[in-house]
């Protein structure tokens, strides 16, 4: 985990959400992956990545994601996700994902709405509450979970 801010942090990330909200749209599977991806070149020290400080502070900028993307997901994946970023479907989606993150309640991230066994609903927010995420979705009895933890 980065000591700092990545530099100009924060920085406009449309062009990011855009691309994560096409790659949902056609292949929700490979969400994780991506998201796990530009994580840890966002968040890590420059010493520990391959794209060093400029490229770090220039995440957003497809130039820049779409390479460290295709990594992961392959370059076909890659450059659908960036042909449909402009599309009207995927901006559509986005404002919707957006406006039912925020009548949620969502303020920041990471924001988790979760809905239990019982069908009860309720939002937590921020990495410090993962263990009332576990309580509430009643996975505190599986030691699998508790070693994430």
């Known amino acids: 985990m980065s000591r700092t801010f990545p530099p ?3 920085k406009p ?3 990011m959400m855009r691309f ?7 292949r929700p599977e490979l969400l994780p ?12 020290d420059e010493d520990d990545v391959a794209i060093g400080r400029d490229r770090r502070s220039n995440l957003a900028d497809p ?7 295709s990594q992961v997901l392959g370059q ?7 042909d449909r970023i402009a599309s009207p479907q995927v901006k559509k989606q986005l404002v919707a994902n957006t406006d039912r ?3 949620a309640g969502a303020f920041g991230l990471p924001w988790f709405q979760c809905r239990n066994a019982r069908g009860e609903v309720e939002a937590f ?12 979705l009643g996975l505190d009895g599986r030691g699998e979970i508790r070693a994430l933890l």
């Open 33 to 44: 992956v991506a998201l796990d991806s530009l994580y840890a070149a966002f968040w890590t």
């Open 101 to 103: 993150a925020l009548d």
């Open 125 to 136: 927010w921020g990495f410090d509450h993962l263990g009332q995420v576990v309580r509430f």
């Open 63 to 69: 130039a820049v994601f779409g390479p460290i993307l």
């Open 76 to 82: 076909e994946v890659v450059r659908d996700g960036l």
């Open 20 to 26: 994560l909200t096409a790659l949902d749209m056609v």
């Open 8 to 10: 100009g942090f924060p």
């Open 13 to 15: 990330t449309l062009p």
